[in-house]
């Protein structure tokens, strides 16, 4: 199925296993309604700026969450599969960086498969791009953003960080698929329709510049074996080229709670994003 001996020989069935993380996670459900609500609330609480456009298709959306002059940027990419769920998710992240004076962008793109794998992609940089235009006016500093994002956000922002390294002062993805061969294998292709060529192409783990910022992927110590390899193979590339690297893995959690412990003050995750941020 796949050439390197990570995938060499899984079948269908095993990649389902391995990257079903809806299955592997039964409540999920629970997660989304409770991120909804949270959300809800905390847009209500801390009146940001929302669904200001950065191109041109509906869902090329950023929401700003400021936190005075001057202050680091955090920006978060959302997951789903690159099929799913978006920003308004996702506010409940803002509060607690908010409040220690990190300012917050979360950025929407549009999903699969309403555009290719490459429109996508373009669109998280294009958000990006914004940011960086547009930070000064919302009291961010252009010169301390980090990139940050869950599961295809998590590829997203590796992606970012590569062709971005000479603007971003760090990445964090969480639970990201650095290698996107086990994609040619799963259900989600029927949407997200990657050949080997472009899952390669697409890859992170293929493309790791140097020099680059400090990354530091996290995943949850609950998450299958096949996203651990991921993680470490990725990592590993990274400091292979002489980058500084920090593999996050936080105890107890799932591919959906992690997210959880990126907002949760006090959590091995929040913690060091937050010294990333503020040490930028």
Not at 103 to 113: D, E, K, S
Request: proline letters at 8%; charged letters at 20%.
């Amino acid at each position: 199925m796949a050439s390197d001996p990570l995938y060499a020989g899984m079948t269908a069935a095993e990649i389902d296993r391995q990257y079903n993380f809806r299955k592997l996670v039964p409540e999920h459900p629970a997660y989304f309604a409770r991120w909804q609500a949270e959300s809800e609330a905390v847009r209500a609480r801390l009146g940001g700026r929302y669904d200001i456009p950065t191109g041109p298709h509906p869902h090329q959306r950023a929401d700003v969450f400021p936190a005075g002059d001057g202050a680091p940027v955090l920006v978060f990419i959302h997951g789903g599969y690159w099929r799913a769920l978006s920003k308004d998710l996702h506010s409940f992240i803002a509060a607690p960086y908010v409040e220690r004076g990190v300012a917050v962008v979360l950025l929407g793109y549009g999903l699969c498969p309403d555009v290719t794998m490459d429109e996508l992609c373009g669109h998280a940089q294009a958000g990006l791009d914004w940011v960086f235009a547009n930070a000064a006016g919302f009291g961010g500093d252009p010169r301390r953003v980090v990139v940050s994002g869950h599961s295809a956000g998590g590829h997203l922002t590796a992606k970012l960080v590569s062709e971005n390294r000479d603007r971003v002062a760090g990445g964090i993805p969480i639970s990201g698929l650095y290698d996107l061969e086990p994609m040619l294998g799963f259900e989600v292709n029927e949407q997200l329709r990657l050949d080997p060529d472009s899952a390669r192409r697409l890859s992170p783990i293929h493309a790791v510049p140097a020099p680059a910022p400090l990354l530091m992927p996290a995943l949850g110590g609950l998450e299958t074996d096949a996203m651990h390899r991921q993680q470490a193979d990725y990592a590993l590339a990274w400091a292979a080229q002489g980058n500084a690297v920090r593999e996050i893995v936080e105890p107890g959690a799932d591919h959906f709670s992690v997210v959880d412990r990126f907002a949760e003050p006090g959590s091995l995750l929040f913690e060091a994003a937050l010294a990333m941020l503020t040490d930028s």
